[in-house]
């Protein structure tokens, strides 16, 4: 059973006790609302490491919206349960006025990648993800921590940011995890019905599509347009093919390499 901890310098105290005697530990951050994509990290993080340590924590400055924020779905309880069978050992789960005890005044600002893709779009929500990352890591003293790469440019802008603050943290990057209709799964996934569900399995379907005929990431965005989906961006970065849709309300992201 793994213990919980709320207090964020309970937490390090924790982790640090596990460092003091060699412990290697891994660790995995999350915002809740566990799904397979989230409890693949988990198994990697726990193969990898001798301490396991996930954080659930719904981080309120990386949202540009404040209704997404009110509308992120909220399943403590359930997260714990499904966490239960990965024999992890702690989970982290603070207060947002614990982690921020000077509001937001100190943050972490990344000025080229995160301007691009999806940063053109949700100003400052890379800036709310490097600053609250950068506390986690400092708090959890982790030999490595893993990011899905649905979220890539995520990945790329911490595991540049770790290099820029010597942290001494590998960031681990893990494949994505896709339904059998090949949907990245998604904590926003939920918040789609059934046919709507049906219907966003169509993103990957159409990057996958445009890169087996070898077609431009315009001709993905009229696809995508005469399937009624609202289209945010398709772009090509780093050999990549990046997505970021619109369905009954929700934001989809989705990328595949090139
Ligand atoms: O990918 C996420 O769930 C979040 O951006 C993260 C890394 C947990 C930071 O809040």
Known sequence: MAVVIADPIEYR?????????GFSIGFVPTMGAL???????????????D??????????????????????PDHFDDDLKK?????????????????????????????QLSKKLCGQYRIGHFDGVLSVVLKLLNLSQ????????????????IKDMVEAFFLNTEIVPVG??????????????????????????????HLNESVRNNSSAKEVIQNLLG?????????DFENRRFAAVFLEGVRLIDNVSL
Do not use: W
């Open 83 to 111: 966490l239960e069978s990965f024999d992890i050992d702690c989970v982290f789960a603070p207060y947002p006025s614990a982690m921020y005890p000077r509001d937001y005044n100190f943050r972490v600002t990344e000025s």
């Open 227 to 235: 399937e009624g989906f609202e289209v945010q961006y398709v772009e």
């Open 176 to 205: 994505i995890i896709r339904e059998e209709s090949g949907l990245a799964m998604s904590s926003r996934n939920q918040r789609l019905s059934t046919n709507g569900l049906t219907k966003a399995a169509r993103l990957y379907f």
């Open 51 to 72: 301490l396991c340590a996930v954080s659930i924590f719904v981080n309120p400055t990386q949202f540009d919206d404040q209704k997404d924020l009110n509308e992120y």
């Open 13 to 21: 105290s924790y982790c640090l006790q596990y460092k003091e005697k």
């Open 35 to 49: 799904h397979k994509g989230h409890l693949e990290l988990v198994k990697r993080a726990r193969r990898e490491n």
């Open 142 to 157: 982790a030999d490595r921590a893993y990011f899905g790469e649905k979220d890539y440019q995520q990945y790329l802008l």
